[in-house]
């Protein structure tokens, strides 16, 4: 079997079914058309798909000899973006957009598993394609969990297309590679009042102000500092016009951690500031903490799996870097990396606007690497 060939032959299939999808874009949960698509592409194949509730789906491709099963994922949700690329297959959608690629990762899945059936015989055990949903809104990988995607399932691998990384390179590394992301409301209660006599109420942009810039004491004085956190306010609103004093505040953040412990201690701190805070103010805070997305952790037998399968389908295997920077994005994918030896790959793309960006745009020669690299860990993870 050659990987690079199969995908080399499936290559303007993934380029077409990706305009579709691009034109198509869906938010997290919403991805019926997109769902409908994947379903009718992977019935022409002759497969047999399994629908999560309330989007997303599976399908397996049974090997000629017998075998254990091992599970491919790409995620299909787009982001609430107006698309300004200019492309002729831009979003036909106002407001949504494909800005973080997961419309080449579905067309990549779906182009490997038509190169995947026309070897079926040769594949010793079943491969699952898992078509998720929701993951920028990073509850899909959870949902399919719970219906059963990993059931039976002894390894997976996934893959992010990555824009300005030179393309066609490929890279993963075993350890923790994103981080976890969890997410807080603090809500600020004082006492509206005239602007012009504040000391008849009490203030709660002030005191909202004040918790924002002491959050930030919280990574710096309270963490060591080669541990990576971060606390980020991203939002914060107050108050009705500029001569009223606002009675009610609210703030709304995200936190990234590696380390299981910190994350576990960060509600606690950013609590006790927030209330401290508030209270010196003569305001009150409460706060909502919602644990989000674990850390993405790359298991060491499932990353070499990935890496051998790298080394194989990109163009020059010295181009692959031996370590990878953590980065502070998470990705739902973690979810999978504690319920099955997992391993999570980064392709590069190109392009000068990054992921998430109303001009992110993808070179598509990266794609026949993608789908090589699906491919070939698939038939390698299987063998192994
Ligand atoms: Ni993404």
């Known amino acids: 079997m050659d990987s690079k060939q199969l995908a080399a032959s499936v290559q303007g299939y993934v380029v077409e079914t990706r305009h579709r999808l691009h034109e198509h874009p869906e938010l997290g949960f919403h991805e019926t058309w997109t769902t ?159 602007g012009a006599m504040p000391q008849t109420g009490v203030d709660a942009t002030l005191a909202a102000a004040n918790i924002v810039t002491a959050l930030q004491s919280v990574v710096s004085r309270e963490i060591a500092p080669a541990e990576p956190a971060v606390i980020t306010v991203g939002k914060l609103v107050s108050g009705t016009a500029g001569n009223i004093v606002s009675g009610e505040a609210e703030m709304a953040g995200t936190v990234r951690t590696f380390n299981r412990e910190l994350r576990q201690q960060m509600p606690h701190s950013i609590e006790r500031v927030a209330k401290e805070i508030a209270a010196a103010y003569r305001c009150t805070a409460e706060m909502e903490y919602e644990f989000s997305v674990d850390v993405l952790v790359n298991d060491p037998a499932a990353t070499a799996v990935a890496l051998g399968a790298i080394r194989k389908v990109v163009a020059d295997p010295a181009s692959i870097p031996t370590s990878l920077p953590k980065q502070m994005g998470a990705e739902d994918f973690a979810e ?15 392009g000068s606007y990054p992921q998430h960006s109303d001009h992110f745009c993808v070179d598509e020669s990266a794609f026949q690497t993608g789908v090589a690299f699906l491919i070939q860990v698939a038939a390698d993870a299987l063998s192994a």
């Open 36 to 194: 409908d698509l994947i379903a009718a592409e992977l019935e022409k194949l002759g497969l047999t798909v399994t629908r999560f509730d309330p989007t997303g789906l599976m399908a397996d491709i049974k090997g000629g000899k017998p075998g254990r099963m091992i599970a491919l994922r790409a995620d299909i949700d787009a982001l609430p973006v107006t698309e300004h690329t200019g492309l002729p297959f831009a979003s036909k959608i106002d407001g949504t957009m494909h800005a973080c690629g997961h419309d080449t990762h579905t067309a990549m899945l779906l182009g490997a598993a038509r190169a995947l059936v026309s070897v079926r015989d040769e594949l010793p055990g079943t491969v699952r394609l898992i078509f998720q949903p929701a993951e920028e809104i990073v509850k899909g990988a959870k949902r399919v969990v719970a219906q059963g995607a990993l059931e039976g399932v002894s390894m997976i691998f996934g893959q992010h297309i990555a824009a300005m990384m030179p393309v066609g390179m490929m890279a993963t590394a075993p350890g923790p590679s994103a981080a976890a992301s969890d997410q807080f409301v603090i809500r600020v209660h004082g006492k509206g009042c005239h």
């Open 336 to 350: 999978y990396t504690s319920c099955a030896p997992a391993a999570f790959a980064m392709l590069g793309a190109g």
